[in-house]
């Protein structure tokens, strides 16, 4: 999907070539979610599904170098982590920069590698080759060009209906779908006594999370819902406002707007010069972190990020502060030929 298709709620995917690779093979073989791995495995490998007794390790491919090499699959897995596994075997078997003997073992965060004393003759790049199967594992199992839709909707009850449909388990879509998202998202779920919580890129997370108060959360949220995704009831909020952009009226520029906030609050000369410094720099630093396409996206981050930023409280709360922020990014848009 082009970046002038992208919508209010959308970040540009990551240009890398598991991505590229795992694209390829949905057009090729014009796969929908839920993707039958199962078949896609078998189709290139010899798959077998074994009990054994190495601690911390769900799979095994072997002799990568082969033609056809062998995967092992721990037997008895739930279905969503056997899903999630085998996506991430076939990652290593499809990537030909791949090589050895590598174990697997799908956990929260990622696909990580087994300790090598527990499995004889393991040989990987563990590190690199293991988040890179995991990642091609996302890309395949929730295809960008089903899920990239379904954000640009701006509709999160059809985004989470979508993602529970690809039938992968709630960490897998929430790996995949925060890194597609602009800052301020956030979802939470619970897994017996452990409370998981994933949030998109540059997300503020009110300190009401830290006491694991999610109607506190939902108090100071733009939008909040709930809905069940691989299994899970699923939590979600929305801090950032994605208001459709005005320009500052007046013909005031950024710094003098700045100046008359930082004024209504410090009177010391010095004070305020490192003030303005200070602000300026943070929404410098956020603009050119190159997340946003358009000016509404472009306001919704900065005014979410100084949310995080209780030392600029006084000088936020100034009328003119927010007429500055759109004054920057009106200065913003225009350099990009976009305004």
Same mark, same amino acid.
């Given at each position: 999907?082009?970046?002038? $298709?992208?919508?209010?709620?959308?970040?540009?995917?990551?240009?890398?070539?598991?991505?590229?690779?795992?694209?390829?093979?949905?057009?090729?073989?014009?796969?929908?979610?839920?993707?039958?791995?199962?078949?896609?495995?078998?189709?290139?490998?010899?798959?077998?599904?074994?009990?054994?007794?190495?601690?911390?390790?769900?799979?095994?491919?072997?002799?990568?170098?082969?033609?056809?090499?062998?995967? /092992?699959?721990?037997?008895?897995?739930?279905?969503?982590?056997?899903?999630?596994?085998?996506?991430?075997?076939? @990652?290593?078997?499809?990537?030909?920069?791949?090589?050895?003997?590598?174990?697997?073992?799908?956990?929260?965060?990622?696909? %990580?590698?087994?300790?090598?004393? $527990?499995?004889?003759?393991?040989?990987?790049?563990?590190?690199?080759?293991?988040?890179?199967?995991?990642? +091609?594992?996302?890309?395949?199992?929730?295809?960008?060009?089903?899920?990239?839709?379904?954000?640009?909707?701006?509709?999160?009850?059809?985004?989470?209906?979508?993602?529970?449909?690809?039938?992968?388990?709630?960490?897998?879509?929430?790996?995949?779908?925060?890194?597609?998202?602009?800052?301020? +998202?956030? +979802?939470?779920?619970?897994?017996?006594?452990?409370?998981?919580?994933?949030?998109?890129?540059?997300?503020?997370?009110?300190?009401? /999370?830290?006491?694991?108060?999610?109607?506190?959360?939902?108090?100071?949220?733009?939008?909040?819902?709930?809905?069940?995704?691989?299994?899970?009831?699923?939590?979600?909020?929305? +801090? %950032?406002?994605?208001?459709? /952009?005005?320009?500052?009226?007046?013909?005031?520029?950024?710094?003098?707007?700045?100046?008359?906030?930082?004024?209504?609050?410090?009177?010391?000369?010095?004070?305020?010069?490192?003030?303005?410094?200070?602000?300026?720099?943070?929404?410098? @630093?956020?603009?050119?972190?190159?997340?946003?396409?358009?000016?509404?996206?472009?306001?919704?981050?900065?005014?979410?990020?100084?949310?995080?930023?209780?030392?600029?409280?006084?000088?936020?709360?100034?009328?003119?502060?927010?007429?500055?922020?759109?004054?920057?990014?009106?200065?913003?848009?225009?350099?990009?030929?976009?305004?």
């Amino acid at each position: 999907m082009k970046e002038t $298709e992208l919508g209010l709620w959308s970040i540009r995917s990551p240009d890398e070539p598991a991505r590229s690779l795992a694209s390829a093979i949905v057009e090729r073989y014009d796969l929908d979610p839920p993707v039958d791995i199962k078949a896609l495995v078998q189709e290139c490998a010899d798959l077998y599904f074994e009990g054994w007794p190495f601690a911390g390790c769900d799979a095994l491919v072997h002799d990568l170098h082969l033609p056809r090499p062998q995967v /092992f699959v721990r037997s008895g897995l739930p279905p969503r982590r056997e899903m999630l596994t085998l996506a991430h075997e076939y @990652g290593h078997i499809k990537m030909g920069w791949h090589y050895g003997t590598v174990g697997c073992q799908a956990i929260t965060s990622e696909v %990580t590698v087994g300790p090598a004393e $527990e499995i004889s003759s393991l040989s990987y790049d563990a590190d690199g080759q293991e988040r890179e199967a995991t990642r +091609f594992a996302s890309y395949l199992l929730i295809p960008d060009r089903h899920i990239l839709p379904l954000i640009n909707s701006t509709d999160m009850a059809l985004i989470l209906d979508g993602l529970d449909r690809t039938g992968v388990s709630a960490d897998a879509a929430f790996m995949r779908l925060r890194s597609l998202l602009q800052p301020g +998202f956030l +979802f939470t779920f619970q897994v017996q006594a452990e409370r998981r919580l994933y949030t998109s890129s540059g997300t503020v997370v009110p300190a009401a /999370f830290n006491q694991l108060r999610t109607g506190a959360l939902g108090e100071s949220s733009v939008d909040s819902g709930a809905a069940y995704v691989g299994g899970r009831r699923v939590e979600w909020f929305r +801090f %950032t406002d994605f208001a459709a /952009f005005k320009p500052a009226p007046g013909s005031q520029s950024a710094t003098e707007l700045l100046r008359s906030a930082i004024a209504s609050h410090e009177s010391d000369p010095g004070l305020q010069q490192k003030l303005l410094l200070r602000i300026n720099g943070v929404v410098g @630093g956020s603009l050119s972190a190159e997340r946003a396409q358009r000016p509404e996206q472009a306001l919704a981050l900065l005014r979410h990020k100084f949310d995080s930023k209780p030392e600029f409280d006084e000088v936020v709360k100034h009328p003119d502060f927010d007429l500055y922020l759109r004054r920057k990014v009106e200065e913003w848009a225009v350099r990009r030929g976009i305004l």
